[in-house]
């Protein structure tokens, strides 16, 4: 924009506003504004690693009036002729304000409207001391929604906070808004300054390189100053994730990398992606293992242990990614904190549950703002806890175990038949010289052991000479059953060639409801391990 109501602006060569409107503004290398003045006031900016501000300086005639040193969510502030004091930002939510030279501490609470723009601030009595309005694309109005304010007027809602439109900083004696990668004129709704990236090419609003989300200013915001995908691009990354853990979750250190290269755009964040997913899943792994023979007090510490470890998980992704490692410690930690009342929505779905992934990364998001961290990674965190680990989970546990005593007039055979969710059946059994060989082979649902006594007790006293349970287990149970049966089988070998004995593999089978196959391949096997993934067969139901 070369004019507008009757001022003049000139650009240089990168597309930086250079002045306009009685401003004149100063570029780094990196297109920051250092320095910006207008009349006899001034505002100079310093910049550190990622170009991210540090400092700020306000003059007035030419005198320096205010220094600000950013310091994470903190600010230390010296004013001319006065001690130094500090504002704490609470997850955007509240002020604190510590003054050292005295130990006097202040709290203001900040309440905004559906696009995050500050609209009344609230001290500790609840009483309203500030009210800020702003116009659909952010200049600072009166009261009646009408008048643009004077520096007079908003003066002092600078000494609550310079936070105002979207929650970015207002830089308000040169009219300007500070983007953070970019500088905007809420007088004229456009940036100062052209976007790097032209994210959306077929979309018209998006061809002009200076304009503010797409021209609609009361449906989008845009946190970085550069294009509005950096904003939605965490919530797209965590929408595949989950479309992805629905078709396929055996793939989950795929989706986890396909959702960090989204939210990313880099290599580097895709391998993240995966390593955290992996990360997540493990955790899970390891304490359904750990929880499979604990007591009921143990099972109390183990669970504490498991948010513990969440978060840890959590803050080492944060910190992978650039984050700080506390917020993501928070993040996944209060997500798996919650994992019970989460697990209560959307009972009804017995596996992967796109609402309690939204869920978690409510919770996720939400400790992560209260933190001092950013909601959009608080999010990604407690969806990646919830995904790949509680529903990945949910989903391993449509196996079923059918545990089968038989006898026939043996001294005792026992089969496991493992039932996959589709249906594919894997025996394996085994007949041992006595029963006591086989108590506390496999774990239930709950993590108790089952005792294997009574089973073959009702076999032996059972008329047909069998009796079967089952059980609804892990994928991990399922598995481990059927290893611990080949393991077992391997170091005690028996004759299968037998009638008797194949007889009292098939009676189980029958038992489990599982239809008969071929005898003869059967008692060709070397050793007692019948198993029909091994014979390359698959036994589906009947």
Known sequence: MSSAGGVS??????GNQTSGDGRAILYTVFDM??????GNDRVDFAYGVG?????REDFEGGVLQK??????????????????????????MAIATYYPSTGEQQLAYLLKDHIGSIHTVLNESG??????????????????????????????????????????????????????GRIYDPKLGRFMQADPVVQAPKNSQNLNRYSYVLNNPLSYTDPTGFSFWK????????????????????????????????????????????????????????????GQNASAAAQGWLQAGKILAHGVAGGIMSELNGGKFGHGFWAAGFTQAFAGPIGGIDSGTEGFS?????????????????????????????????????????????????????????????????????GTITAKGFYPNDHASILDMITGTQGQVVDDRPLYDAAMAGESGYAVQTLAVSQLQHDAALQFMSDYGRYNEYDLLSNSCV??????????????????????????????????????RP
């Open 503 to 540: 007889t009292a593999a098939l009676s189980s089978f029958n038992a489990a409801g599982v239809s008969a196959f071929n005898t003869n391949m059967l008692g060709a096997l070397p050793i007692s391990v019948y198993t029909a993934v091994e014979m390359g067969l698959d036994i589906p």
């Open 33 to 38: 504004p250092y320095t910006m003045s207008k």
């Open 354 to 422: 796109p609402a309690r992934v939204v869920a978690a990364a409510i919770v996720g998001g939400t400790a992560s703002e209260l933190s001092g961290g950013k909601f959009a990674n608080g999010a990604m965190t407690g969806a990646f806890s919830r995904a790949f680990n509680d529903e990945l989970h949910k989903v391993r546990s449509n196996y079923k175990l059918h545990l089968i005593a038989s006898t026939n007039g043996l001294s005792g055979h026992v089969t496991i038949a493992g039932e996959s969710p589709n």
């Open 127 to 180: 009483a309203i001391t500030a009210s800020m309005h702003f116009s659909a694309f952010g200049e600072r109005q009166d009261v009646n929604w009408q008048t643009p304010l004077t520096n007079f007027l908003y003066a002092p809602l600078n000494d609550i906070t310079t936070r105002g439109f979207t929650g970015h900083e207002q830089v308000d004696s040169m009219g300007i808004i500070h983007m953070n």
């Open 51 to 55: 170009s991210s501000r540090y400092q």
């Open 9 to 14: 602006y000139s650009y240089d060569a990168n």
């Open 67 to 92: 220094t600000t040193l950013y310091l994470g969510a903190t600010e230390r502030i010296t004013e001319t002729g006065s001690n130094p004091y500090f504002k704490r930002y609470l997850g955007g």
């Open 231 to 290: 904003k939605i691009r965490p919530y797209v990354g965590m929408a595949v994730m989950i479309v992805g853990m629905i078709i396929a979750p055996e793939l989950a250190p795929l989706w986890g990398g396909l959702s960090g290269y989204i939210n990313s755009g880099n290599i580097k964040g895709a391998v993240i992606g995966a390593f955290s997913a992996a990360m997540f899943q493990g955790i899970g792994n390891a304490f359904v293992r750990m």
